[in-house]
């Protein structure tokens, strides 16, 4: 039976060009691949036993976890079924209560803490207090003072206990009692939309506040910046990238250039370059004659030559993180 169901089949949209050639729940922070980050972050919560969803790239993710003991793959082909009918497809396979975790986010968030809250028939959803565009890019959940959801982004309203807080997020984060499936109809569906709308004026959605990390990494540029927070230590994560390469700072790097930290060298990178507070994946290559400032190159890519500020090299062209294209996407 699975204790956790993660997301991993969606299209990436936002993050292309980089998840034209990967999966985005593969696509590597600092040398990881994001879904290695949730299956620590479950396994830190004694949840061992997970599922992952796969449609877009799906052989990459199968490829993936064949390497992962635990982990299991749901194809949904030929369609993309959404988090709903993600979930109905495994519904027989599930706990009484289970966790859904995004393949898309760096967090510390309490699972367990998280699974516990969920009332008989309902859900429990990780919200996290607005920071700075948070109000407009993810919209409003506001909970009473008896840690009930009762106004879901306007979609659906309850009666309120006490006052509100409205000063909060879904992070995309939730639990649910399986039983919340037989709701929703067969193929695609949305869980929020077709499942847990329902729930909100029967105060059968409960909120768990998160305060730690969360980081959505969903363009280039949030991406980008995601390793370097990772790089600089500015967020906690359940897993330590650091243990899984090589790291100069300040020192000459494997290649003999010039690294000025904090940078991060996977293991058989060659830096014959100077690089600013990058990051280098395994077996990548900058020669002589490169400069790069806040970038981060995928395993084996070589640097052309010349000077790069926030780009991102993944094969083919460096992506300039601030020129592409940044949207909102509803979770599904």
């Known amino acids: 039976m699975f204790d956790a169901f993660l997301l991993a089949a969606g299209h990436g949209t936002r993050l292309r060009p980089l998840t034209l050639q990967r999966p985005k729940p593969l696509v590597p922070v600092c040398g990881?691949?994001?879904?290695?980050?949730?299956?620590?972050?479950?396994?830190?919560?004694?949840?061992?036993?997970?599922?992952?969803?796969?449609?877009?790239?799906?052989?990459?993710?199968?490829?993936?976890?064949?390497?992962?003991?635990?982990?299991e793959v749901s194809v949904e082909s030929p369609r993309i079924l959404g988090t709903g009918g993600g979930l109905r497809q495994v519904g027989d396979r599930l706990r009484e209560r289970v966790v859904v975790v995004n393949g898309d986010t760096l967090c510390d968030v309490d699972l367990q803490a998280l699974r516990g809250a969920v009332p008989e028939g309902g859900c429990a959803l990780a919200l996290r207090p607005h920071l700075d565009d948070a109000r407009t890019r993810y919209g409003v959940v506001a909970t009473d003072d008896e840690g009930v959801v009762v106004d879901l982004k306007g979609m659906a309203v309850a009666e309120p206990v006490g006052p509100l807080s409205t000063d909060s997020h879904f992070t995309g984060i939730h639990a649910l009692d399986r039983r919340v499936l037989k709701a929703l109809p067969e193929g695609a569906s949305c869980i929020v939309r077709q499942g847990y709308l329902s729930l909100v004026p029967e105060r059968r959605v409960r909120a768990v506040r998160h305060r730690g990390t969360w980081l959505d990494v969903g363009d280039p540029a949030a991406y980008l910046d995601a390793n370097l927070a990772v790089l600089e230590g500015r967020v906690s994560l359940p897993l330590d990238p650091f243990k899984r390469a090589v790291v100069r700072a300040g020192a000459p790097p494997p290649g003999g250039g010039m690294a000025h930290g904090p940078c991060w060298i996977g293991a058989d990178a060659q830096v014959a370059g100077t690089i600013?507070?990058?990051?280098?994946?395994?077996?990548?290559?900058?020669?002589?004659?490169?400069?790069?400032?806040?970038?981060?190159?995928?395993?084996?890519?070589?640097?052309?030559?010349?000077?790069?500020?926030?780009r991102v090299f993944a094969g083919g062209d460096p992506v300039d993180v601030d020129a592409a294209p940044s949207t909102v996407v509803e979770p599904g």
């Open 276 to 310: 600013h507070r990058s990051v280098i994946g395994p077996g990548a290559k900058v020669p002589r004659g490169a400069e790069l400032f806040d970038c981060v190159v995928w395993a084996g890519v070589e640097v052309p030559a010349g000077r790069f500020a926030r």
């Open 32 to 71: 990881v691949p994001m879904l290695d980050y949730a299956v620590a972050l479950c396994h830190r919560h004694g949840l061992f036993d997970l599922v992952v969803n796969a449609h877009h790239l799906a052989s990459q993710i199968q490829a993936w976890a064949a390497e992962r003991p635990g982990v």
